[in-house]
C-alpha cells in the first residue's frame, strides 16, 4: 500500500469543500498518509470517509467543525463521517502525523449487519463530530494505538495486513461508539447559524479564489452582513475571510509550484495576485523560502 500526502489531494476539492479524491479502492476502501505539516496544511475540507490522525512528531493545530485543538506528539484524534476540518502544523515543532481515511463499510460491512446497526449508525448520526485522543480517559491509549496499527499495517504490508487494518480500525471504532456521551450537550442556535453559513461562504471563496472578491461579496454568498460575516469566521475558522482567502491563495499557488512547470508570473496570476512582487514577498513570509526556492526543494524530494 502506497503510503502518499494529503497534499496530493489538494488539487481534488470541490467548490463546496468536498474532497473528491478516492481514498483506497471498492475492494478495500482506506488510504494511509504521512503529512509533514511543517511544508504545508491541510485546508478546509471534508469527505464521506472517517479519518484517525496520529502525531507522530511535534505538534499541529487541528479544527473538526467549530472545534479547534492542539495535539502534541503521542495524541490523536478520530474525526467523523462529513466533518468539515483543517490541520496545520505549529511552526517550529517538525510536525508530522500519520493519517487513516477509511469508509464507515470496511468495518461496517452492509447496513443490514450488526456492525452497521449496532456501532457505525449510531456513531454517525450521534452528531459527535470528533474525539480528542489525549490520554484524558483510559480508553484513549487504546484508541491511540488502534490507529498506529492500521497504520503501520498498511505501511509494511505483512501477510495477510488488510485483516490486521480492518482488525485495528474496528477496535478503534467500537471504542468511539462505545463512549459517545449518553446526553448530548445542547448546541446553541448561534453555533447552528455559524455552522451553516460557513459552507456557503467557503464555498464563495473556493469558487472565486483567483479572482478579485470583496468582504462583500463573501458576506452576501451567505446572504448576511459584511460585520456578521466577520464574526462567523472569527468564531469558526479562527481568522478573518480576507486572510482566510490569502492562504487558500498561497496553497494553491504553492500545489503548482510543486506540481507544474508554469512561471512563477503565471501561478501568481492564476492564483489572484496579480503583482508578482507581493505574491514573492506573501510566499517567502508565509513559508520561509521564496516561490523558486520552494519550488526546487520540492522537486528534489524523493
Known amino acids: 500500500m502506497v503510503i502518499s500526502s494529503h497534499q496530493n489531494n489538494a488539487h481534488y476539492i470541490s467548490p463546496q469543500g468536498e ?34 490522525i496520529y502525531v507522530a512528531k511535534g505538534e499541529t493545530r487541528l479544527s473538526a467543525g467549530l472545534e479547534k485543538f ?15 476540518h483543517a490541520g496545520r502544523g505549529i511552526q517550529g515543532t517538525g510536525c508530522h502525523c500519520h493519517s487513516v481515511v477509511f469508509h464507515p463499510r470496511l468495518v461496517g460491512g452492509g447496513i443490514d449487519s450488526i ?28 484508541a491511540q494505538n488502534a490507529i498506529e496499527r492500521a497504520w503501520r499495517a498498511g ?58 472578491i470583496t468582504i462583500g461579496e463573501i458576506a452576501a454568498s ?14 469558526t475558522i479562527e481568522q478573518p475571510p480576507i486572510q482566510y482567502l490569502k492562504k487558500l491563495r498561497l496553497q494553491k499557488a504553492a500545489e503548482q509550484l510543486s506540481s507544474t512547470e508554469k512561471k512563477i508570473g503565471d501561478i501568481a496570476a492564476d492564483c489572484g ?19 523558486g526556492e520552494y519550488r526546487k526543494m520540492v522537486s528534489a524530494d524523493p
Open 19 to 52: 474532497e473528491l479524491v478516492r481514498h483506497g479502492t471498492s475492494l478495500f476502501p482506506v488510504a494511509f498518509y504521512h503529512d509533514n505539516l511543517e511544508r504545508f496544511s491541510v485546508h478546509w475540507h471534508w469527505h464521506e470517509e472517517m479519518e484517525a
Open 70 to 84: 492542539t495535539l502534541h506528539q503521542g495524541q490523536a484524534i478520530f474525526i467523523n463521517s462529513n466533518v468539515l
Open 115 to 142: 456492525f452497521w446497526q449496532s456501532y457505525l449508525r449510531p456513531l454517525i448520526s450521534s452528531g459527535v463530530k470528533s474525539f480528542l485522543l489525549d490520554g484524558a480517559a483510559d480508553w484513549h491509549g487504546r
Open 155 to 212: 505501511a509494511d504490508e505483512p501477510e495477510g495486513y488488510e485483516f490486521l487494518v480492518r482488525a485495528a480500525l474496528s477496535e478503534l471504532v467500537f471504542l468511539a461508539s462505545a463512549h459517545l456521551p449518553a446526553v448530548q450537550k445542547k448546541v446553541s442556535s448561534k453555533t447552528l447559524r455559524d455552522s451553516s453559513r460557513i459552507r456557503p461562504m467557503l464555498q464563495f471563496i473556493n469558487e472565486h479564489f483567483s479572482e478579485p
Open 222 to 235: 451567505a446572504s448576511i452582513s459584511e460585520s456578521e460575516c466577520l464574526r462567523c469566521f472569527n468564531s
Open 273 to 291: 495576485f496579480p503583482d508578482t512582487s507581493y505574491f514573492t514577498r506573501a510566499f517567502k513570509a508565509a513559508r520561509g523560502m521564496s516561490p
